[in-house]
C-alpha cells in the first residue's frame, strides 16, 4: 500500500526532531502516545479507532517511531501514515475489550522485542486515551523500566503551526462561515432544534464546492432559551419559540484542523439587559484581538480582557481562551496556552488561539468568538462573519 500522509516527510522529520528534543530535556528514552491528535501529528495515523488502544512508541535511538493498534486497523496506518510497513504492528483481537490481557501487554512485549523495557518510558498520563489499566498493565509487565509522565509533552511542541497546518485551517474556517450561516438561516419560529442541528451537521460535513469538512471534535453546541445560561449544552426536542435566544459554539473541520466560532442569535426584539452584554463582549472581544502580538502572555491577554470590560454588565471568571488546532473527541483544544492569571506562556508567530469570551448568567448567556493565528505584527481573524447580536 502507498502511503498518503497530509504533510511533506521534511515536515514529519521535523515535528519528530522537536519530540527528540523535548523528550531529551525531560529525561525520556522512549515516549509512547496515544492521544490521537499527537499520533497524527508525528505520523499521519487518521482512523476512528481511538476506542480501542493503540499509539505510538518514539524512541531517541530509531528513526521511525512505530505504531501499535487493533490488528484490523493495521492497514488504516499503511494507508496513512508515512511509516514503513515493518514499523506498523497490529494486536490480536484477543487482546481487545478483554478481562484477560490488555494492549498494554502487547506494548510490554514490543518494548522488550526493541530492547526498550529497562528505559525511561514516558507516557501520556492525563490523556483521555491512557487510562489507569494501562498505567497497571505496564507497571507490571515492565519492573524495570522507569514510567513517568510526559503528558502534553507532544502538545507544546505542536502549539507553533507551520504553513501547511494554518493552511488546513483557513480551509476549515471557510467551512465554519457556511456552518454558521446554516445556522442562522435555518433557525426559526417553528423549527425543531434537532432539525437546525442536522442541517449544521450537514454543512460540517459537505464543507464548501472546493473541499469536503470533516466531523468536528466537539458536537454542535446549540442550546435555547434557559439554557444558554451555562456552557456545553446542545439540542433538545423542542421547537424554537419567539424570544428564544440560541447560543451557537460551532466548527469547521479540514483533515482534523479546526476553525472553532461562537456567536448568539435571538428570535425577535432583544432585552436591552442582552444588548448591553453583548456590547460589551464585543467591544473586550474586539480590543483583546488588537492587543495580542507576539511577546505578550496569556495571563496578559486575559488582563487586557479585564481592562476592557471594566464598568460593563459583563461577568466572566473563566478564561477566555485557548490553544487550538488538530484533534480528535472529545475536544478540540490543545491543553496547552490558556488565557488566564497566571499562563506565562509567550505568544508567537504560528500559535493558535480561540479567543472565547463567553458569559453564562443567571437567566442567559452571550457567546461571540474568534479563532486567530499570531502574525510577525500581531493577529489574523481566520473567520469573516460578523461580530453582533444575530437578531431573526
Same mark, same amino acid.
Given at each position: 500500500?502507498?502511503?498518503? @500522509?497530509?504533510?511533506?516527510?521534511?515536515?514529519?522529520?521535523?515535528?519528530?526532531?522537536?519530540?527528540?528534543?523535548?523528550?531529551?530535556?525531560?529525561?525520556?528514552?522512549? +515516549?509512547?502516545?496515544?492521544?490521537?491528535?499527537?499520533?497524527?501529528?508525528?505520523?499521519?495515523?487518521?482512523?476512528?479507532?481511538?476506542?480501542?488502544?493503540?499509539?505510538?512508541?518514539?524512541?531517541?535511538?530509531?528513526? !521511525?517511531?512505530?505504531?501499535?493498534?487493533?490488528?484490523?486497523?493495521?492497514?488504516?496506518?499503511?494507508?496513512?501514515?508515512?511509516?514503513?510497513?515493518?514499523?506498523?504492528?497490529?494486536?490480536?483481537?484477543?487482546?481487545?475489550?478483554?478481562?484477560?490481557?490488555?494492549?498494554?501487554?502487547?506494548?510490554?512485549?514490543?518494548?522488550?522485542?526493541?530492547?526498550?523495557?529497562?528505559?525511561?518510558?514516558? *507516557? !501520556?498520563?492525563?490523556?483521555?486515551?491512557? %487510562?489507569?489499566?494501562?498505567?497497571?498493565?505496564?507497571? !507490571?509487565?515492565? @519492573?524495570?523500566?522507569?514510567?513517568?509522565?510526559?503528558?502534553?509533552?507532544?502538545?507544546?511542541?505542536?502549539?507553533?503551526?507551520?504553513?501547511?497546518?494554518?493552511?488546513?485551517?483557513? &480551509?476549515?474556517?471557510?467551512?465554519?462561515?457556511?456552518?454558521?450561516?446554516?445556522?442562522?438561516?435555518?433557525?426559526?419560529?417553528?423549527?425543531?432544534?434537532?432539525?437546525?442541528?442536522?442541517?449544521?451537521?450537514?454543512? /460540517?460535513?459537505?464543507? %464548501?464546492?472546493?473541499?469536503?469538512?470533516?466531523?468536528?471534535?466537539?458536537?454542535?453546541?446549540?442550546?435555547?432559551?434557559?439554557?444558554?445560561?451555562?456552557?456545553?449544552?446542545?439540542?433538545?426536542?423542542?421547537?424554537?419559540?419567539?424570544?428564544?435566544?440560541?447560543? +451557537?459554539?460551532?466548527?469547521?473541520?479540514?483533515?482534523?484542523?479546526?476553525?472553532?466560532?461562537?456567536? %448568539? +442569535?435571538?428570535?425577535?426584539?432583544?432585552?436591552?439587559?442582552?444588548?448591553?452584554?453583548? /456590547?460589551?463582549?464585543?467591544?473586550?472581544?474586539?480590543?483583546?484581538?488588537?492587543?495580542?502580538?507576539?511577546?505578550?502572555?496569556?495571563?496578559?491577554?486575559?488582563?487586557?480582557?479585564?481592562?476592557?470590560?471594566?464598568?460593563?454588565? *459583563?461577568?466572566?471568571?473563566?478564561?477566555?481562551?485557548?490553544?487550538?488546532?488538530?484533534?480528535?473527541?472529545?475536544?478540540?483544544?490543545?491543553?496547552?496556552?490558556? +488565557?488566564?492569571?497566571?499562563?506565562?506562556?509567550?505568544?508567537?508567530?504560528?500559535? %493558535?488561539?480561540?479567543?472565547?469570551?463567553?458569559?453564562?448568567?443567571?437567566?442567559?448567556?452571550? !457567546?461571540?468568538?474568534?479563532?486567530?493565528?499570531?502574525?510577525?505584527?500581531?493577529?489574523?481573524?481566520?473567520? &469573516?462573519?460578523?461580530?453582533?447580536?444575530?437578531?431573526?
Amino acid at each position: 500500500m502507498n502511503p498518503k @500522509p497530509l504533510f511533506s516527510l521534511e515536515e514529519y522529520a521535523a515535528r519528530l526532531k522537536g519530540t527528540r528534543e523535548r523528550m531529551y530535556r525531560e529525561g525520556v528514552e522512549v +515516549l509512547l502516545v496515544t492521544d490521537p491528535a499527537n499520533m497524527n501529528y508525528l505520523s499521519g495515523y487518521d482512523g476512528w479507532s481511538f476506542y480501542v488502544h493503540q499509539g505510538l512508541l518514539v524512541f531517541m535511538d530509531r528513526d !521511525e517511531p512505530v505504531w501499535f493498534g487493533r490488528m484490523q486497523d493495521s492497514n488504516g496506518a499503511r494507508l496513512t501514515t508515512w511509516l514503513s510497513d515493518d514499523n506498523v504492528r497490529g494486536y490480536q483481537d484477543h487482546y481487545v475489550q478483554s478481562n484477560l490481557r490488555h494492549p498494554m501487554d502487547f506494548v510490554a512485549d514490543l518494548l522488550r522485542e526493541y530492547g526498550a523495557d529497562k528505559r525511561r518510558l514516558g *507516557v !501520556e498520563m492525563d490523556s483521555y486515551y491512557f %487510562t489507569g489499566q494501562c498505567l497497571e498493565s505496564l507497571a !507490571e509487565n515492565l @519492573p524495570e523500566a522507569q514510567i513517568i509522565n510526559a503528558n502534553l509533552l507532544v502538545n507544546w511542541v505542536r502549539l507553533v503551526k507551520s504553513p501547511a497546518e494554518i493552511a488546513y485551517m483557513r &480551509d476549515a474556517a471557510r467551512i465554519v462561515e457556511k456552518v454558521m450561516q446554516t445556522a442562522v438561516d435555518t433557525i426559526d419560529v417553528g423549527v425543531r432544534e434537532g432539525d437546525a442541528a442536522a442541517e449544521v451537521m450537514k454543512a /460540517q460535513l459537505s464543507g %464548501t464546492p472546493e473541499f469536503t469538512g470533516d466531523y468536528a471534535s466537539i458536537m454542535p453546541i446549540m442550546p435555547s432559551g434557559i439554557r444558554t445560561s451555562t456552557a456545553h449544552l446542545s439540542w433538545v426536542d423542542r421547537k424554537y419559540e419567539k424570544g428564544d435566544l440560541v447560543l +451557537l459554539e460551532l466548527a469547521g473541520n479540514r483533515h482534523r484542523y479546526h476553525a472553532p466560532l461562537s456567536r %448568539t +442569535l435571538i428570535i425577535g426584539p432583544p432585552p436591552q439587559e442582552l444588548q448591553d452584554v453583548a /456590547q460589551g463582549v464585543i467591544d473586550g472581544l474586539n480590543k483583546v484581538i488588537d492587543f495580542i502580538k507576539p511577546g505578550v502572555t496569556g495571563e496578559e491577554v486575559e488582563a487586557a480582557w479585564r481592562g476592557a470590560i471594566s464598568g460593563t454588565k *459583563v461577568v466572566k471568571e473563566s478564561r477566555m481562551g485557548y490553544a487550538y488546532g488538530c484533534n480528535y473527541p472529545p475536544d478540540w483544544g490543545e491543553h496547552t496556552v490558556s +488565557l488566564r492569571p497566571g499562563d506565562k506562556n509567550v505568544f508567537k508567530p504560528g500559535m %493558535t488561539i480561540h479567543v472565547m469570551p463567553g458569559v453564562w448568567l443567571d437567566k442567559f448567556g452571550f !457567546e461571540c468568538s474568534e479563532p486567530i493565528v499570531v502574525t510577525e505584527t500581531g493577529c489574523e481573524c481566520f473567520v &469573516d462573519f460578523p461580530r453582533r447580536l444575530v437578531v431573526k
